[in-house]
């Protein structure tokens, strides 16, 4: 059923155990959210670095959110590597659930690694692919959209 956690967290133990980097990182949003089991933010970073080891870009990012939120230790740095890593996993597939909220991090957090054009260019990215979840149904993109427009509002007239 969807979001029944409880009954998905056996499955996806089952197939973490057997190497398959997309239920750790599965596990990784069930422990770090809460999602059928205790919140353990430790838990969910094991699985988050095991799968982006194995090149999960969902996880890639959700390490950099976990340095640059404090979760881990804290470094804007490294948060940004992960993200620009991310990036690299999913540039060519353009992964729907996973590619517009990297290029959303890219945008927000890209100020004296990017030009003002190369961040407007991701958050146009972001804005579009948000769109797309949003027309086959997604109801949590909105807020990612609405982050979007705003930040390419902002940097479109910079990046001339």
């Keep these: 059923m969807e979001q029944d956690y409880k ?8 197939s973490a155990q057997l190497g398959s980097s997309a239920a750790m990182c599965n596990l990784g949003y069930c422990y770090y959210y809460g999602r059928g089991v205790q919140r353990d ?5 094991y699985y988050w670095e095991t799968s982006a080891v194995l090149g999960e870009a969902a996880s890639t990012y959700k ?3 976990m340095h640059r939120n404090g979760d881990i230790e ?8 992960y993200y620009y890593r991310a990036w690299r996993l999913t540039r060519h597939e353009k ?15 890209g100020e004296g690694r990017l030009t003002s054009a190369q961040r407007a260019f ?17 109801p949590y993109s909105d807020d ?9 509002e902002k940097l479109a007239p ?3």
């Design 7 to 14: 009954t998905a967290i056996p499955y996806y133990q089952a």
């Design 41 to 45: 933010k430790e838990m969910a970073h």
């Design 63 to 65: 390490l950099g959110d």
């Design 74 to 81: 804290t470094d804007e740095s490294v948060a940004w590597l």
């Design 95 to 109: 992964d729907i659930l996973n590619y517009p909220n990297i290029c959303l991090r890219l945008a927000q957090y």
């Design 122 to 138: 991701f958050a146009s990215e972001a804005a579009h692919w948000f769109e797309k979840r949003i027309h086959m149904g997604d």
């Design 144 to 152: 990612g959209l609405a982050q979007a427009r705003e930040l390419y």
């Design 158 to 160: 910079q990046a001339l």
